[in-house]
């Protein structure tokens, strides 16, 4: 994977500012919101479902996600595990958004975009800090860092977090037993070897819990039941970055990871170790070229062990995955006219041997007018669920149990996507941003119906009705996403934002899944709007309002909403501030995503309040 640095560079380099939008603050899902193409949608109180230009779920696994370099993504459901990514707000320098594909940079899974988190160096937090809060349904959260010198060429963090969230109601406004506990401690050593050489090492270790809701199975006698389960949490990492600058023209980088975790609930228990390791070599290459090239390895490894309701076979897997990639821009008209081409070449246990190259070009014929347009292709490789699932879905009178089962023989699904955009800064006050995007996917996931057979062992005959997951599924997706950023007077901005997202699925002529591309198309919705209000106030006092509107989920019977989170500060003193934050203020409670796929139950969002006093000294 790549590196926090290179990865600023390519930002500069191979993707318009159109296309990456840069977050400040912090990874929280509020602040995803607002970012026009994304679809963020909470599950339970611990649980998110979030994409980039639609196929939304509770493991999306188009959209890859890093922390300095250090991917997130997991090989046995794909997507994110957001409960455990819990980086301290304050230490986070910002967020890079990528809309599309990001295979030729980032490899496999960047399907539909990128999250870059990058936190900040450590000499940018000394001194210590206390953060303590609390409310309604953020109970009790709280933060302590110190940060200082080891001498004239080290610097140092550490800190410790922790936060007691309450549960949520479920559908019914019964107890949905989805409350989460979270303890989280880290450093970070930032080391100057020499003039040339900078070596960074961090790590961080956690361990928690957290409730769900799930759906039981039992053949005897045949019974489906909401019973509710707890979740252990654990897991650390450790990452090394050294990199080294021969000149203003050439310089490498050496990037090395591991981490582990185990997750035991709420219906089967994952240990995993990876191992990752990536160089990178950035040259400008005569007058003309920025090139950018490199390669990697990654080892990665799980032991599972299953229940009745949820089984991965083999129980225990391991994966390795190869990569090579180069990137070059060309300046074909210096200041006017760049070409960005490149690829990258994976070659792993899971996905096979396969190529992602891409294609794009900039143009700006006068300032501060850009527009771009690109050409790319982007695989995601099969996950551990797609081939090695076993799990029961439902049971039946008879006896008789429904089953999804994974495909040994799953194939990679592929995008081709073509997008356009358009960037231009209206005046000194204003800036105008709209990206348009036509993908064409192929071997999508399907669901497959199997002939029923009898499982006479152990105990009772029982009739298994089982289906397969199968790559049957094809189509396009199309939209066009629109921000604007508006200084309205010297204290006040709007950043208003909309996306429109029209999906188009359909079936092979040899599938028999009859759900699956309408029930997908429907979890996505066609619209959604966002407006976000930052305004300075006397007395170092701010005020931020952010409203989002998200279209209906047809197939999930979610109605569409429109929410409001604001946010008052009041910094008391140089060292002292004071937030009082409210989520979700135009309704008491609300449901924003319920796949029948997801493993937990879905729950209602509520309203909730809560107090933050933030001292550093």
Not at 213 to 219: D, F, K, N, P
Not at 419 to 447: A, C, H, K
Not at 462 to 481: D, H, Q
Not at 557 to 564: E, N
């Amino acid at each position: 994977m790549p590196n926090t640095k290179l990865c600023v560079q390519r930002a500069r380099y191979a993707e318009p500012t159109a296309r990456s939008i840069v977050l400040l603050l912090c990874i929280s899902q509020c602040m995803l919101r607002m970012v026009p193409g994304l679809d963020v949608a909470q599950i339970t109180a611990n649980t998110w479902a979030i994409s980039a230009r639609g196929f939304n779920s509770q493991f999306e696994h188009k959209l890859l996600v890093l922390v300095d370099g250090r991917a997130v993504y997991t090989p046995l459901f794909g997507g994110v595990n957001w409960d455990t990514e819990d980086v301290p707000l304050e230490d986070i320098e910002r967020i890079e958004v990528i809309r599309g594909p990001g295979g030729t940079i980032w490899g496999a899974n960047a399907v539909n975009g990128v999250i870059n988190v990058i936190t900040k160096k450590a000499a940018d937090t000394f001194g210590a800090l206390v953060l303590a809060g609390g409310g309604t349904h953020e109970q009790g959260f709280g933060t302590t860092q110190y940060g200082g010198k080891i001498g004239d060429q080290e610097k140092y963090r550490v800190f410790a977090k922790y936060l007691n969230d309450e549960a949520f109601s479920d559908l019914n406004g019964q107890n949905a037993h989805d409350d989460w506990h979270l303890l989280h401690g880290g450093f970070r050593l930032d080391s100057e070897l020499s003039q040339k050489d900078t070596v960074t090492t961090q790590g961080g270790v956690y361990t928690g819990s957290e409730g769900a809701t799930i759906i039981h199975s039992e053949l005897f006698p045949p019974t489906n039941l909401n019973v509710q389960r707890i979740a252990r949490l654990s897991g650390g990492n450790v990452l090394t970055e050294w990199d080294r600058t021969f000149s203003s023209r050439s310089d490498t980088s050496l990037h090395f990871y591991f981490d582990r975790y185990t997750r035991d609930g709420p219906e089967s228990k994952e240990e995993r170790n990876t191992v990752d390791l990536d160089f990178q070599h950035h040259l400008v290459w005569g007058k003309r070229q920025d090139l950018i090239w490199g390669l990697g390895f990654r080892y990665s490894a799980d032991q599972t062990v299953g229940t009745i309701d949820q089984a991965f076979v083999p129980a225990d897997r391991a994966f390795e995955l190869f990569n090579i990639f180069v990137q070059d821009e060309i300046a074909l008209r210096p200041d006017q006219l760049w070409l960005s081409v490149g690829t990258k070449i994976e070659n792993g246990d899971f996905g096979g041997f396969d190529v992602q190259p891409s294609a794009r070009i900039t143009w700006t014929p006068s300032h501060p007018h850009t527009l771009w347009g690109a050409i790319s292709r982007a695989t995601q490789t099969p996950t551990r669920r797609q081939q090695n699932l076993d799990a029961v879905i439902a049971a039946l009178p008879g006896p008789a149990e429904v089953v999804l089962l994974g495909n040994p023989n799953s194939k990679s699904e592929h995008v081709v996507a073509f997008e356009l955009g358009y960037r231009t800064q209206l005046n000194g006050r204003s800036s105008f941003d709209v990206t348009s995007f036509f993908n064409i996917y192929r071997d999508l996931e399907s669901i497959e119906a199997q002939t029923p057979f009898f499982e006479p062992n152990p105990g009772p005959r029982v009739l298994v009705i089982p289906s397969t997951i199968e790559n049957k599924i094809r189509g396009t997706t199309e939209g066009v996403e629109v921000s604007v950023n508006w200084k309205a007077t010297s204290h006040w901005t709007l950043s208003p934002g909309y996306s429109f997202l029209e999906m188009q699925l359909h079936t092979d002529p040899t599938s028999t899944d009859t759900t699956s591309a309408a029930a997908t198309k429907g979890s996505n919705p066609g619209h959604q709007a966002q407006l976000r209000s930052q305004i300075e106030l006397p007395h170092g006092m701010a005020w931020d309002a952010n409203a989002y509107f998200v279209g209906s989920l047809p197939t999930q019977f979610v109605a569409s909403y429109t929410r409001i989170d604001t946010q008052f500060r009041w910094r008391l003193a140089e060292s002292l501030e004071i937030s009082l934050v409210g989520q979700n203020l135009l309704r008491n409670q609300h449901t924003e995503f319920n796949d029948f796929l997801q493993i937990v139950n879905a729950s209602q969002i509520k309203r909730s309040a809560y107090l933050k006093l933030t001292w550093r000294f």
